[in-house]
């Protein structure tokens, strides 16, 4: 069982930075890979970016690729995602998430644990 804390999320000018953060509650962070996930009104939820627990390879949607970063602490139990040249499209719900195999998939269905969310907000 794992726990999912998301922060970090607000308001912010086309063009800023966020920085997001999800704290676990796990005692074996490190052994899981751990995604980022976002979700606007109206549409589906969609992968943003996901790192491995073990490599720390990562995998980014084409949409947000070159502009966010995925990272993570183990000894903070901490996923991080850096978000730069915001653009109004970014607005969304952002859902960190875990699951306990190896790669960083980008299926929303392979997560096993979702936080509740963190509401990014990008004016134009």
């Known amino acids: 069982q794992v726990q999912l804390v998301e922060s970090g999320g607000g308001l912010v000018q086309a063009g800023g930075s966020l920085r997001l953060s999800c704290a676990a509650s796990t005692r074996t962070f490190s052994t899981y890979t751990m995604g980022w996930f976002r979700q606007a009104p109206g549409k589906e939820r969609e992968f943003v970016a996901a790192?491995?627990?073990?490599?720390?390879?990562?995998n980014y949607a084409d949409a947000v690729k070159g502009r966010f970063t995925i990272s993570r602490d183990n000894a903070k139990n901490t996923l991080y995602l850096q978000m730069n040249s915001l653009k109004s499209e970014d607005t969304a719900v952002y859902y960190c998430?875990?699951?306990?195999?190896?790669?960083?998939?980008?299926?929303?269905?392979?997560?096993?644990?979702w936080g509740q969310g963190t509401r990014v907000t990008v004016s134009s």
């Open positions: 998430a875990a699951r306990g195999g190896v790669f960083a998939r980008t299926n929303a269905d392979d997560y096993d644990y």
């Open positions: 790192i491995s627990g073990n490599s720390g390879r990562t």
